[in-house]
């Protein structure tokens, strides 16, 4: 089953402009990592943010997490047409679990 | 440093045939973890092996199944192929706490 859900499933920006996507997640986790994946290939490892941790940034990304709240963000600043592809955010309970990701978001960047 | 290696990319099968997938993981990496892709139930875990061990399996029937050699390889296996396995088949190593790294995946066509 679906750990997370993602929001929203799908956006379409303009190159420049920035986006933020959303995740929900229901359980306590160790850590949330956010994955991009082009066209139906494999998956590639953004950012690992750990529950200890509030925000993280690497390069144009910036992740934040709230475990209050149990939500996470990723805002990618200034898009590129490169940057369209489909994000995944997925969470680690630790020991022994494994991934579990949400549905995704549909992110769309236009020249 | 190598990326995780699937193979085939690309299979297609008839129902009640049966497939063997490989991956090669990256060196050093001992846990090897398996995912199905489809667009109606997104990234679902199918298995996780370390050190030729299965920690943990997800929630699907008995005809897939899986190894782990002593080099880390993996492979699994689906039996009696049905319409419904048609997907695209992640393999991802990882180190623990660090994200995981995925493969290119398999596409699987069952016709």
């Known amino acids: 089953s679906q750990q997370g859900e993602e929001d929203p499933q799908a956006l379409s920006i303009q190159e420049g402009e920035n986006a933020t996507m959303n995740c929900s997640y229901k359980t306590s986790i160790n850590n949330l990592q956010w994955y991009r994946q082009n066209s139906g290939r494999g998956l590639v490892h953004l950012i690992l943010i750990r529950s200890n941790e509030r925000e993280k940034h690497s390069g144009r990304l910036r992740v934040t997490l709230d475990t209050s709240k149990k939500s996470s963000s990723l805002l990618i600043t200034a898009s590129r047409a490169a940057d369209t592809a489909s994000y995944f955010c997925?969470?680690?309970?630790?020991?022994?679990?494994?991934?579990?990701f949400g549905k995704g978001t549909m992110l769309l960047v236009s020249p | 440093k190598a990326g995780v290696t699937q193979t085939p990319r690309y299979l297609i099968k008839t129902r009640g045939q049966q497939v063997t997938l490989s991956c090669s993981p990256i060196s050093g990496h001992r846990s090897v973890s398996w995912y199905q892709q489809t667009p109606g139930q997104g990234l679902q875990f199918l298995f996780e092996?370390?050190?030729?061990?299965?920690?943990n399996k997800g929630n699907f029937p008995g005809r897939f199944s899986g190894r782990q050699f002593s080099n880390s390889r993996s492979e699994m296996n689906v039996s009696t192929l049905e319409l419904g396995d048609s997907a695209l088949y992640l393999c991802?190593?990882?180190?623990?706490?660090?994200?995981?790294?995925f493969g290119s995946g398999t596409r699987l066509t069952v016709v």
């Open positions: 092996y370390f050190s030729e061990t299965q920690r």
């Open positions: 997925a969470t680690d309970a630790g020991g022994y679990s494994t991934l579990t």
């Open positions: 991802a190593s990882s180190v623990q706490d660090y994200g995981y790294t």
